[in-house]
């Protein structure tokens, strides 16, 4: 975990937003780490199983709905909001990502994981994982995309994206199609396109 990552999250919570933290991946320690850092929730890559989700959402609990280690950290401000924080400690923001063909068909079951809030699909290694990488007009993939989709919908679950190039136009066509938890591209893509495009909008 970056030593800087409550400063970060300070400089987030000035500006009234939520720190939310993409793991590396969801071991116990990095998922600890980043709540007691003051994260409002962790973003976990590659969710491929119901049994693993619930048991990253145990490891980062605290009891009795988990088993994640009790104390004063940065998230409830050494102790100073230990009580406020005890009910956000037992059910911080839960999101998975799919990213793996092997875990379209296990979605039904993913979803029905206690204390998921959301899923975000990571269209980049899912079109790897099947053989297509970054073909993303590919039939079998869009049909992967779309049962994603519907399994969502049906869980009543929100479903996000990964909108890895800048454009409005994608970004509001997957707010028309449901799309309820999107992430618009990436820092160095955003710096790349602004210095190839100075007069155009992205």
């Known amino acids: 975990m970056y030593p800087s990552i409550a400063d970060l999250f300070r400089a987030l919570e000035l500006g009234g937003t939520l720190p939310l933290v993409r793991l590396a991946e969801g071991s116990a320690k ?11 929730g962790v ?9 693993q989700l619930r ?3 145990e490891a980062w ?8 280690g009790v104390g004063f950290s940065r998230a409830n401000l050494f102790g100073k909001f230990f009580s406020e924080y005890q009910d956000e400690a037992r059910s911080p923001l839960l999101v998975a990502t799919i990213e793996n063909i092997r875990a ?11 204390g998921l809030d959301a899923i975000l699909i990571g269209p980049y290694d899912l079109s790897a994982s099947m053989g297509v990488t970054a073909k ?10 779309n049962k994603i ?11 996000g994206l990964h909108i890895v190039k800048p ?16 992430a618009y591209s990436i820092d160095a893509v955003f710096l790349y396109k602004g210095a190839q495009n100075r007069d155009e909008g992205i």
């Open 30 to 40: 990095d998922c600890k780490q980043a709540l007691d850092a003051g994260t409002g």
């Open 136 to 145: 993303f007009d590919d039939q079998d993939f869009l049909s992967a995309i």
């Open 55 to 57: 048991a990253i959402h």
């Open 61 to 68: 609990c605290w009891p009795p709905v988990g088993t994640r």
């Open 43 to 51: 973003i976990v890559p590659m969710v491929e199983s119901a049994g």
């Open 167 to 182: 454009s409005f136009e994608e970004l509001n066509l997957k707010i028309k199609e449901g799309y309820r938890f999107l």
């Open 104 to 114: 379209v068909d296990e979605l039904p079951e993913i979803l029905a994981v206690n």
């Open 149 to 159: 989709k519907r399994f969502s919908d049906e869980a009543s679950t929100p479903c």
